[in-house]
Each structure stands twice: as structure tokens, then as C-alpha cells.
């Protein structure tokens, strides 16, 4: 059964970059795509990103809203997925979840999500 | 802002039946995408509910039910309990290539 675990730095300064990484435990991240959403405090969620990889092949999807300053990499030797998250505000501040997406037909879904790591923007 | 749109709170007593709304548009539930929702209790990361607009996962009570007619889908919870208490939302894909959730709703057992 595949578990995540999302981990980072809790406090970010504003205009730095925002670097957290989802360890994946119970499976293989290949063939799979891999997504981050975030939750603002008392907010709904938004879809930030995700990534599929399969041996050479690499795919990202980002949220046009904040396509300009996301990356989201993949390291295999250690089942990983990263986010980076440049030129951070406080409206950056949010639980941030990574999630395996599955599909099938006309349908995307995110199952499992990791328990969430909070990152606080703030100087 | 969110482009799926849920009414903020939905209420019932136990034992009743209650529907939460999401409603879209011609970009992505009414395009055929289809709708999944996640269960989010305080404090805890969301979880699966329906899948493919009304398909349950394993473990997932027959309370649970969903469906999708033109640009909205429904979420119906029949014989409400108190465990349900939670924030329930909507997501689908739209075709302006991102992942779009709802707003949220909560759902409280009165």
C-alpha cells in the first residue's frame, strides 16, 4: 500500500523559494503521475502541480496561475517527489499535501495523500 | 477563485439524507470530465470519496452516493451520522489544462 510523506522547512522568508520534498514508501513512482496541492489556512484547495515519469519519459502539468514559479522534479534512486516554489508571499502560506494521481477515462483522482507539511511565509 | 462552486454548509439531524452541489461549467464537468469528491475531517489530510463522478472506493460506506447531469454533480450522504461531520469537496478537470476544486462545503450534524 502506498504511503507519502511530505517534509520542509515550517517557515519561509518572503521572496525566497519554497523547497519540500514527498518520500514515497510502498510502490514504485514510476508510471504514475504525482501531484502537490496546497490548502491556505481556513481555505479550500488548489491544485499546484504534478509530474510523471517513466524511464526517459518525463511529464509536468502546472496551475497556470502559478506556473511562472513552480518546479516539480522527480528523484528516483530515492522514490521522491520535490516542489519548489519560488518568490514566495504570504499568500503562499498552506498545508501542503502531496497526492498520487490515478485516471481513467475522463477522470483524474488523487489517492493516497501524505498527511501534509505546514509552511508558514513570514520574516 | 475556484471555478467549481458548492454552497458553504449543508445541515441535517441523524439519520437524514443530505446533498452537497457542484456545480461547473462547459470547460469542465459540463465538457464530460467527470467529478470526484474527498472527505476532509478537522485536522487531517483530504480523502477519496467518489471517484468517476459515482464510483465508491473500497471501504467507502453505500451511504455515500454520487452522480453528474450537464454541468453539475451531486454528493447525497443518506442516513447521516455523526461521524460525518466534515468538509466535503469537489474536483474535476477543466480544459484550460489545470485540476480545479470546489469551494468546500461543511457539513454539520445537528
Known amino acids: 500500500q502506498v504511503q507519502l510523506q511530505e517534509s520542509g522547512p515550517g517557515l519561509v522568508k518572503p521572496s525566497e523559494t519554497l523547497s519540500l520534498t514527498c518520500i514515497v514508501s510502498g510502490g514504485s513512482i514510476s508510471s504514475y503521475y504525482w501531484s502537490w496541492i496546497r490548502q491556505p489556512p481556513g481555505k479550500g484547495l488548489e491544485w499546484i502541480g504534478n509530474?510523471?515519469?517513466?524511464?526517459?519519459?518525463?511529464?509536468?502539468n502546472y496551475n497556470p496561475s502559478l506556473k511562472s514559479r513552480v518546479t516539480i522534479s522527480v528523484d528516483t534512486s530515492k522514490n521522491q517527489i520535490s516542489l519548489k516554489l519560488s518568490s514566495v508571499t504570504a499568500a503562499d502560506t498552506a498545508m501542503y499535501y502531496c497526492a498520487k494521481e490515478n485516471s481513467y477515462g475522463a477522470t483524474n483522482w488523487f489517492d493516497p495523500w501524505g498527511q501534509g507539511t505546514p509552511v508558514t511565509v513570514s520574516s | 477563485q475556484s471555478v467549481l462552486t458548492q454552497p458553504p454548509s449543508v445541515s441535517g439531524a441523524p439519520g437524514q439524507r443530505v446533498t452537497i452541489s457542484c456545480t461547473g461549467s462547459s470547460s469542465n464537468i459540463g465538457a464530460g470530465y467527470d467529478v470526484n469528491w474527498y472527505q476532509q475531517l478537522p485536522g487531517t489530510a483530504p480523502k477519496l470519496l467518489i471517484y468517476g463522478s459515482s464510483n465508491r472506493p473500497s471501504g467507502v460506506p453505500d451511504r455515500f452516493s454520487g452522480s453528474k447531469s450537464g454541468t453539475s454533480a451531486s454528493l447525497a450522504i443518506t442516513g447521516l451520522q455523526a461521524e460525518d461531520e466534515a468538509d466535503y469537496y469537489c474536483?474535476?478537470?477543466?480544459?484550460?489544462?489545470?485540476?480545479?476544486f470546489g469551494t468546500g462545503t461543511k457539513v454539520t450534524v445537528l
Open positions: 474536483q474535476s478537470y477543466d480544459s484550460s489544462l489545470s485540476v480545479p
Open positions: 509530474i510523471y515519469y517513466s524511464g526517459s519519459t518525463k511529464y509536468n
